[in-house]
């Protein structure tokens, strides 16, 4: 046989170190990841393993590590928080376990992973993946469980959006171009009360609202009223009257705006929104559980991010925007609405993905995602997100303790959370493909 001259011969070499790299990356792909074990949850002992993760003496403590993670799955044990139950229904809607799950694996930093993995490398509570209805996979950590009530931060906007829905195709709500002091009278003459509540709820009335999350921001101020009532919510709202833009023209996100939306449907419905969750998600839901909104001292529910609810209930709300409004042959919040809400092509450009961040754009209170399927997500600071695909039928929900609120700081387990859904997607058949 002839002698291979030097560059062919290195050629052929590295192809076949290639080859055999492949081969070693797909054998640690298919491989069963490790069990889990408490002992590797990050973080155990700094935030409060040692004392069976208490929850805090006060509202004024629930920031603190080693309360954090007992607080948000007990808020309603914290003294001094005050709850608004909404009742689990008579008849709960069972979620199957699928019969011969895949192993869901991901990609990131240049690794293929499993979700164990990623398990083991943040801060997750809990995480659920639903397929069809069906629970793909189920974890707890810490010490929490199916019972646990988790707070959902600003994941409880989209749930408010929902009832704003709902009460639209009830009558209750004339149109979504109405002002908001056509209902919400505590703020008629102020800009927010001028606000439509179709620019309400895509966060883009143009009004300067500070949401930094350092303590000296406006949402301190507004999550200072909400709990002491000094100054009220409403002298809040109303203290906002600076503006960066027209109306409807530029997405920015302020939870003001969602609290205006609470109070827009408490004051058109005559009812609280404990009851209305209640009657209109947790009934058809077929919820399992009792949850709860967190009030503020004249008993006003925290539309903007104080919902808590078990696990499996928040995948139960995942569904039922994964079937665009529809549990089993009921039409539960008006398809259209689902769709104004979460289809990036019915926002203004202005909104859409790419566009309103770098990434994502924004809907009725509902994330939307650069992919050419609509996906779209639930998210709440420090790692709270429902994240939702309906031509697949795929359904992640994550709740979290995460070190910082929202990846500014350390921008890798938003990064990584991101990535998992991807994978979650790819190892369940669902699709990827970018806009």
């Not at 797909?26 to 004392?51: H, I, K, T, V, W």
């Not at 990434?359 to 609509?374: D, N, T």
Request: hydrophobic residues 40%; glycine residues 8%.
């Amino acid at each position: 046989m002839p002698r291979l001259i030097p560059p062919l011969r290195r050629a052929l070499l590295r192809a076949s170190l290639g080859v055999c790299a492949s081969f070693l990356a797909a054998s640690a792909y298919s491989q069963p990841s490790q069990p889990l074990q408490a002992s590797d949850e990050p973080d155990a002992d700094l935030l409060g393993r040692a004392a069976g993760y208490p929850v805090a003496p006060s509202p004024l403590r629930v920031m603190t590590p080693t309360f954090q993670l007992g607080s948000w799955s007990s808020l309603d044990k914290v003294p001094g928080i005050r709850s608004a139950w909404v009742a689990r229904p008579a008849q709960t809607r069972t979620l199957a376990r699928a019969a011969a799950p895949p192993p869901i694996r991901y990609r990131t930093e240049g690794q293929q992973l499993a979700l164990e993995d990623y398990l083991r490398r943040h801060r997750v509570t809990g995480l659920l993946v639903l397929k069809n209805g069906e629970i793909v996979a189920e974890h707890y950590r810490y010490d929490r469980n199916d019972k646990h009530r988790f707070l959902s931060a600003s994941m409880a906007k989209s749930v408010t959006s929902l009832l704003i829905g709902m009460a639209q195709a009830k009558g209750q709500i004339a149109s979504l171009d109405d002002l908001a002091e056509r209902y919400a009278r505590d703020l008629a003459g102020s800009p927010y009360g001028a606000t439509s509540i179709r620019h309400l709820l895509r966060m883009s009335s143009g009004l300067t609202f500070t949401e930094r999350y350092d303590g000296k921001d406006d949402v301190a101020r507004l999550n200072q009223a909400s709990h002491s009532g000094k100054p009220t919510v409403p002298e809040v709202l109303r203290s906002i009257t600076a503006r960066h833009a027209p109306p409807g023209e530029k997405f920015v996100y302020a939870s003001a705006e969602t609290e205006v939306l609470g109070r827009v449907l408490t004051a058109a419905t005559g009812r609280n929104m404990a009851d209305l969750t209640r009657e209109w998600l947790w009934e058809p839901l077929g919820a399992e559980q009792d949850a709860f909104w967190c009030t503020d001292p004249a008993g006003q529910e925290g539309a903007y991010h104080c919902f808590n609810a078990t696990l499996r209930d928040w995948g139960r709300l995942g569904l039922l925007m994964a079937q665009d409004g529809q549990v089993g042959e009921r039409q539960v919040v008006p398809r259209d609405y689902v769709l104004e809400a979460t289809d990036p092509a019915r926002q203004p450009l202005a909104l859409q993905p790419l566009r309103a961040t770098p990434y994502l754009g924004y809907g009725y209170q509902f994330w939307l995602l650069p992919l050419k399927e609509r996906t779209f997500v639930m998210q709440g600071v420090y790692g709270q997100a429902v994240y939702v695909q309906p031509s697949s039928g795929i359904v992640m929900v994550q709740t979290a303790v995460w070190p910082n609120a929202n990846g500014q700081q350390d921008p890798r387990p938003r990064v990584e959370r991101n990535a998992l859904w991807l994978g979650v997607l790819e190892s369940l058949g669902g699709s990827t493909a970018r806009r």
